[in-house]
Nanobody
Framework: QAQLIESGGGLVPAGTSLRLSCAAS????????ITWFRQAPGKEREFVAG???????????HYSDSVKDRFTISRDATKTVVYLQMSSLKPEDTALYYC?????????????????WGRGTRVTVSS
């Protein structure tokens, strides 16, 4: 079974950038999609961005409307790491950010479609 570890969170001012990392280990050959979700205090966990691949080729990318044009998801295949580059951060981006994986190449936006999750990394954006 694969395991996920998120890192890179922190406290930053609005308008700045931050890069999150999701490092996968274990049975990394068994999955093809990693997606970022986030959960703000008192709110449900929501989809942020996802990336899927086949071999060394990226198949699909998908972003939520709230982050597209500000966030970029990418993958380092050699390290089995997925990054979330976040720019022009806003206070409403404050949340606990999780990465999750699934075995096929179809990026789903609901939490129930992901069997494996990391523990999250906290992002706080001050105004």
């Amino acid at each position: 079974q694969a395991q996920l570890i998120e890192s890179g969170g922190g406290l930053v001012p609005a308008g700045t950038s931050l890069r999150l990392s999701c490092a996968a280990s274990g049975r990394t050959f068994s999955f093809n999609t990693i997606t970022w979700f986030r959960q703000a205090p008192g709110k449900e966990r929501e989809f942020v961005a996802g990336i899927s691949w086949s071999g060394d080729s990226v198949r699909f990318l998908h972003y939520s409307d709230s982050v597209k044009d500000r966030f970029t998801i990418s993958r380092d295949a050699t390290k089995t790491v997925v990054y979330l580059q976040m720019s022009s951060l806003k206070p409403e981006d404050t949340a606990l950010y999780y990465c999750a994986l699934r075995s096929d190449i179809y990026i789903k936006t609901t939490t129930k479609d992901y069997p494996t999750w990391g523990r999250g990394t906290r992002v706080t954006v001050s105004s």
